[in-house]
């Protein structure tokens, strides 16, 4: 005999990811889960990011590099609070669920904090399907990377809410068709804001520290009125 | 790659939906709605199922996947298509505004229980 269900596989993950957004919103923090493949620097990224906002806006990181605590060390010394996710020395978590964030999240002070930056784990196919309480998603894609990324892990592009090809300081020694790239991830979703930057010089950086920056006030002006 | 956790969860749902009255009544299939555009391999999800089941209500049990097609409605136009590849531009009139119907889903629809005869003298139905 039949037993109907109907229920969500993953409903205990969103039950846990709105209760995440309802404390990120009391306490007036916009949160943004960064996302790429590995290496495609979201570390640097945050780092230059940071350089610029840590004096003006109050920040922190959580960072699901599940081995080690390279990123953690790296984006401590941009003088914010980070808070590292441990699994143990062979942590094959695939991606940042919600309650882990939550567990992360409260091991730091948040008070006062307008900007959360929650650094995920390389990869562009499982936390695509992880809500985890964010505001906003953005992908990192690097100009090393195939132009095609997009078409290969619609999920992941499709979910964001903004694209940033990064490490455009290498474009003049590449065959990048960067036009390509824009296009693919205009085929996914059409309406991205897409970022062509390089965190290692400090190139392309403003239009997308001013999206950022409008996005922050945007949640900051939700909240108080 | 998270195909584990997935299964993992499956069996906590699917247990929990077993009624009282045919607990320890074997489950012959877990009926799932999987969209195409979600981040779940279907070989994946049944080996490990397969693993993890074990010593479980579920043991045994086959998962009965139902892919369901990526559809999307144009927020301009309202026409409604089904994406056959990752183009999410509107055929009809071009728009880019579009919300997505369906190929989401990651469902748990129904369980099937052992065995009629049984259920009937239980008074199920």
Known sequence: MEIKVVRKVLSVNEKMAEENR?????????????????????????????????????????????????????????????????????????????????????????????????????????PAEFDIGEDSRVVVMSVTEGEDKPLKYPLMFRTCHAAVINKSDLLPHLDYDLDQARANILNIRPEMPVFTLSAKTGEGMTPWLEWLRARIEEKASGTTG | MHEMGIAMEIIEIASQSIPEALKGAKVHSVRLKIGKLTAVVAESLRFCFDIVSRDTPLNGAVLCIEETPVVARCQECAGEWTLESPSFSCPACGSGKLMLISGRELDIEAIEIEDEDDAHANGGK
């Open chain 1, 22 to 126: 309802r404390l990120f919103s009391q306490k007036g923090v916009y949160v943004i889960n960064v996302m790429s493949s590995p290496g495609s620097g979201k570390t640097a990224l945050l780092e230059r990011t940071l350089a610029d906002f840590s004096k003006k806006i109050p920040c922190a990181v959580i960072v699901g590099d599940i081995c080690t605590t390279h990123d953690a060390d790296r984006l401590a010394r941009c003088g914010v609070p980070v808070s590292q996710i441990n699994t143990d020395a062979f942590g094959g978590e695939c991606h940042l669920a919600a309650h882990v964030v939550e567990k992360a999240a409260q091991e730091m002070d948040l008070a006062g904090i307008r900007l959360l930056f929650v650094e995920n784990v390389g990869n562009l196919v499982c």
